[in-house]
């Protein structure tokens, strides 16, 4: 007649069986801590541990991106010398108005009439804005819109800093492009 074995709570065939009782200790101490065991012993990371890799990954290889642009803002005169201008912070993007020039210091005012809306040809240049919507990529500033009130046209801009006191800004028809070199006023 076969032997029938006493039924075992689970704490009691551990202790019975103690060539087993290292595995079956740790086996919860394990998942507590986010790893779990292959068949052969060695040690993998759980899924949610997989899933936050890519994420720190994308984070730390980003920042850079955002930290490596100099920032452009403050006030910049125009290689001519007669237009100063002051870029600032729109959103996550910069913009740059006209905040004086040569005319204005003298009296008169001179006005946007090479503009194509006859309705805004009447407007004082002083406060125009001519850099619009340009965000940081790497080390340039790029995205975004210049405008030529000397043409009254709009053109694909992009900026580049040189150094801590000059702004190079290149204006883009297609593949043509013109570059000025904008000096900090201190």
Same mark, same amino acid.
């Given at each position: 007649?076969?032997?029938?074995?006493?039924?075992? &709570?689970?704490?009691?065939?551990?202790?019975?069986?103690?060539?087993?009782?290292?595995? &079956?200790?740790?086996?919860?101490?394990?998942?507590?801590?986010?790893?779990?065991?292959?068949?052969?012993?060695?040690?993998?990371?759980?899924?949610?541990?997989?899933?936050?890799?890519?994420?720190?990954?994308?984070?730390?290889?980003?920042?850079?991106?955002? /930290?490596?642009?100099?920032?452009?803002?403050?006030?910049?005169?125009?290689?001519?010398?007669?237009?100063?201008?002051?870029?600032?912070?729109?959103?996550? &993007?910069?913009?740059?108005?006209?905040?004086?020039?040569?005319?204005?210091?003298?009296?008169?005012?001179?006005?946007?009439?090479?503009?194509?809306?006859?309705?805004? *040809?009447?407007?004082?240049?002083?406060?125009?804005?001519?850099?619009?919507?340009?965000?940081?990529?790497? /080390?340039?500033?790029?995205?975004?819109?210049?405008?030529?009130?000397?043409?009254?046209? *709009?053109?694909?801009?992009? /900026?580049?800093?040189?150094?801590?006191?000059?702004?190079?800004?290149?204006?883009?028809? /297609?593949?043509?492009?013109? &570059?000025?070199?904008?000096?900090?006023?201190?």
């Amino acid at each position: 007649m076969a032997s029938l074995r006493p039924y075992l &709570a689970p704490s009691e065939f551990w202790s019975s069986r103690p060539e087993l009782l290292g595995r &079956a200790d740790r086996a919860p101490d394990l998942r507590r801590r986010g790893l779990q065991r292959y068949s052969k012993g060695r040690l993998r990371p759980m899924r949610r541990a997989r899933q936050l890799i890519p994420a720190l990954a994308l984070l730390v290889c980003s920042t850079p991106c955002w /930290a490596g642009a100099p920032d452009p803002t403050g006030r910049w005169v125009l290689p001519s010398g007669k237009v100063r201008v002051e870029i600032s912070h729109c959103g996550g &993007a910069i913009c740059a108005r006209i905040i004086e020039t040569a005319a204005a210091t003298s009296g008169s005012v001179r006005r946007d009439e090479k503009n194509p809306d006859p309705s805004l *040809r009447a407007r004082p240049l002083v406060g125009v804005e001519v850099l619009h919507g340009l965000v940081p990529k790497g /080390a340039e500033w790029s995205g975004g819109w210049i405008y030529n009130p000397g043409d009254g046209r *709009r053109y694909d801009a992009r /900026a580049v800093m040189k150094g801590d006191d000059r702004l190079q800004v290149q204006g883009c028809v /297609a593949i043509l492009c013109k &570059a000025q070199v904008w000096t900090r006023v201190r």
